[in-house]
Every structure is written in structure tokens, then in C-alpha cells.
Nanobody
């Protein structure tokens, strides 16, 4: 089993920044990818970014490319999502997930474990 705990969400004004964290514990050696997704009310879970555990490969959705940066601190078993230039449309619950392979990282069903989510609200 792998446990994931997100933190760092909150309320920020348009143009502001937040850094989300995802702390992993348990059988962390069993997964190779950490991904971030978000879900707004009434919408499906949407891919945001993903990173290989080794940190040598990343993927971003077009909507966040150039504004968000995903990273990993292997020593701490923690992943991060630095979010800059936030917009009201970024408002959602953000979830981190852990999966076994980089193939299909944009698809939620490819992830075996999920955190509880953290709310990000961007005011206009």
C-alpha cells in the first residue's frame, strides 16, 4: 500500500502562486510516477502534470504549461506542484496520484493510489 497526503492548498488572488505538496509513505518503491489532477464541481477529473519518480521525465497539460512546475524530492518521498500566475479557472480540488508507469499518465485510471485532495481557490 501507498499513502499519499496533499497539502498547500488555499485561497489566492488571480496572478498569485501556491505550492502543493504530496507526501508519499508505505511501499513507495512500487510506483514509478506521481501525477497531479484537479476536479472542479460538476466536471471530470482533469490531468495537470506528472513526473517520473526519478525526476527525469515530466508531462504537463496545455492549460498549465509554462505556469506550473512539477518536481520530486526523492529523499523526502515528496512531490511538489509549484503553481504561478494562477487564474480563476484553476480553481478545483487538486489530487496527487501514484502509478506504476509513465505510459498513460494523463489518464486517471492508470493510477493505483490517490490522496484525499486539497482545495485551491483563485479569486478574480
Amino acid at each position: 500500500q501507498v499513502q499519499l497526503v496533499e497539502s498547500g492548498g488555499g485561497l489566492v488572488q488571480t496572478g498569485g502562486s501556491l505550492r502543493l505538496s504530496c507526501a508519499a509513505s508505505g511501499r513507495t518503491f512500487s510506483f514509478a510516477v506521481m501525477g497531479w489532477f484537479r476536479q472542479a464541481p460538476g466536471k471530470e477529473r482533469e490531468f495537470v502534470a506528472a513526473i517520473r519518480w526519478s525526476g527525469d521525465r515530466t508531462s504537463y497539460s496545455d492549460s498549465v504549461k509554462g505556469r506550473f512546475t512539477i518536481s520530486m524530492d526523492n529523499a523526502k518521498n515528496t512531490g511538489y506542484l509549484q503553481m504561478n500566475s494562477l487564474k480563476p479557472e484553476d480553481t478545483a480540488v487538486y489530487y496527487c496520484g501514484a502509478g506504476p508507469a509513465f505510459l498513460g499518465v494523463t489518464t486517471p485510471s492508470r493510477y493505483d493510489y490517490w490522496g484525499q485532495g486539497t482545495q485551491v481557490t483563485v479569486s478574480s
